[in-house]
């Protein structure tokens, strides 16, 4: 025992902090880290420190005399004393090299240095840590990384401008400052669990490996309330005055976030000291999809409320564009869905049919059938298309857009039918029974005169899709000119010179005149111009677009 204390006093007296007066140490304490400027002098200290609690074991086992016992008590306190300076010393100098990605290991770019740097300093720490805990000072020890590592993060949190926010704060709010609020909490939320919290973890879970029980203390103790003041905010969202479907999206990127991070969530707070942190994260999940579906039941309610009128010419309702523009941003977040059941594709499979039953509805506004079936064909293409090209194709499934185009083409059917009977109806379809010259002149001027209303009548209307648009023209040009091209050559030149108010049409004029319909442009008599030569009446490039 008196070995041990006059080997280790030797080292220990040599770093007390009390004995800069003496000339002798004076060199020594002016070493600012030990641990970094001079690693072997650091070990030799945990070593004495060590020694001595190894040897006071042993002499109160033998009942050996106390003076023994307090100068190895009292050299023990020395080396404490230093070696609570030392670990203040890398906490407070040393963040660089403990920054949280560097500790959590996520810069995968970090230098083979950074590494040694911070492995170092991370071992030195639970060096010391060991070496006073075992000594019966892991109080002093805590006390001194919680100070330290809670300013950490307070500070960090604080520079990532997570801030706590009250009822009456949220609600004098107006959107934009927020939506600027949610905005910053969405990048920092991810840095503050992966990089800050984790990082903590990994942290003192190194530091204080020796104990379980401090691990539990000493994270609890300084995470808790800083992961607290993070997901405390998403619940404040939630208090403000008036969340509109509009908003819905800024909810559900909070959602989604927080869903993201979950498992590193579990696997952060993992005590049951942290339970408070998991229950606060969970609990501001239920308010936000409680307040999702309360807004979706909103849009629905809005949809079906909606009173705007018919657009001009059939083409996309302005409600068609924002339903399915929202429907597809909505199945952004869905994912891909489970099963044709699953709450997500019911909910979005719901809402679209609702859309379609109000366009239903606003079709039967129109005078004209023909033009009625247009603007269903119109809508229900577009909603079709909007399916189609985003991930409500992989949630609606195919099944459901190849029922829906057919609903279209059955639309599309209709407004021929409908729209174009007259025309078609004017020609007999049987040309092998002889007809006399003046059912002839009947026939085309019954063509004429039905072409021409229906021309002028539907010069103004839509088919924005350029593919459905050419599609319909082709159908058209089949029934009509087909039919009447050969009624044309087989009886125009039966007719006199000098016909041409009887013959306004020849074939070619059919086609041009077709392909000049549904860009929307308003029609004038003039520009028909029944001499029989084509006049477009608007530029062909002409398109409401989607």
Request: proline share 2%; charged share 25%; with cysteine.
């Amino acid at each position: 025992m008196e070995e041990t204390i006059q080997n280790s006093q030797s080292i220990i007296k040599k770093w007390d902090l009390d004995a800069s007066s003496v000339s002798t140490s004076t060199s020594y304490n002016r070493v600012a880290n030990l641990f970094r400027d001079n690693p072997l002098e650091a070990k030799r200290l945990l070593e004495s420190v060590n020694d001595l609690q190894h040897a006071m074991q042993f002499v109160i086992k033998d009942k050996s005399t106390s003076k023994l016992l307090v100068r190895a008590h009292n050299l023990i306190q020395i080396a404490i004393k230093r070696l609570q300076k030392e670990f203040y010393t890398i906490l407070s100098g040393s963040s660089y090299f403990l920054d949280h990605e560097t500790v959590s290991s996520s810069r995968a770019s970090k230098s083979s240095m950074e590494d040694e740097v911070s492995e170092s300093v991370m071992a030195d720490l639970k060096a010391i840590a060991d070496c006073m805990i075992c000594a019966g000072y892991g109080r002093e020890c805590v006390k001194l990384y919680k100070v330290n590592r809670k300013s950490v993060i307070d500070e960090t949190l604080f520079y990532l401008g997570i801030e706590k926010l009250n009822s009456y704060q949220i609600q004098k709010m107006d959107w934009e400052l927020m939506e600027m609020k949610i905005k910053n909490w969405l990048s920092s939320v991810k840095i503050a669990v992966n990089a800050l919290f984790r990082g903590e973890r990994i942290l003192c879970d190194y530091v204080f490996s020796s104990s379980v029980n401090i691990r539990d203390s000493c994270f609890s103790e300084i995470a808790n309330d800083g992961a607290l003041t993070l997901f405390v905010f998403p619940e404040m969202v939630m208090k403000f005055k008036k969340l509109s479907p509009e908003k819905m999206f800024r909810v559900l990127d909070i959602y989604e976030i927080i869903c993201e991070l979950w498992v590193e969530l579990e696997s952060i707070f993992t005590f049951d000291s942290m339970a408070v942190v998991k229950a606060q994260a969970m609990a501001s999940l239920g308010k936000l999809g409680d307040a999702i579906r309360a807004m979706l039941s909103e849009f629905e309610t809005a949809v079906q409320k909606d009173s705007s009128k018919v657009v001009l010419g059939g083409g996309i309702h302005p409600l068609t564009r924002y339903v399915m523009n929202y429907l597809v941003f909505l199945g952004d977040y869905s994912g891909d869905g489970d099963s044709p059941s699953s709450p997500i594709i019911v909910r979005l499979t719901w809402l679209v049919l609702v859309l379609l039953c109000k366009l239903d509805g606003k079709a039967q506004l129109y005078k004209d059938v023909g033009l009625s079936y247009l603007f269903l064909a119109n809508n229900l293409n577009y909603v079709v298309l909007k399916v189609r090209e985003s991930n409500l194709k992989l949630l609606l499934g195919s099944e459901w857009i190849s029922k829906h185009e057919m609903k279209v083409k059955e639309y599309m059917s209709k407004y021929e039918r409908t729209g174009w009977s007259k025309v078609v109806t004017s020609i007999p379809e049987n040309l092998t029974t002889k007809m006399s010259l003046s059912e002839v002149k009947d026939c085309f001027i019954k063509f004429s005169s039905s072409f021409e209303e229906v021309y002028r009548k539907q010069s103004s209307w839509v088919i924005p899709d350029p593919k459905l648009r050419d599609h319909v023209k082709i159908s058209l040009a089949s029934k009509i000119i087909s039919i009447y091209q050969a009624f044309y050559e087989t009886y125009r030149g039966e007719l006199d010179i000098g016909t041409e108010s009887i013959v306004r049409f020849s074939p070619d004029d059919l086609q041009n005149y077709l392909s000049d319909l549904f860009h929307g442009a308003c029609f004038s008599d003039s520009s028909m111009g029944w001499s029989g030569s084509y006049s477009p009446s608007v530029s062909t490039s002409t398109s409401l677009g989607r």
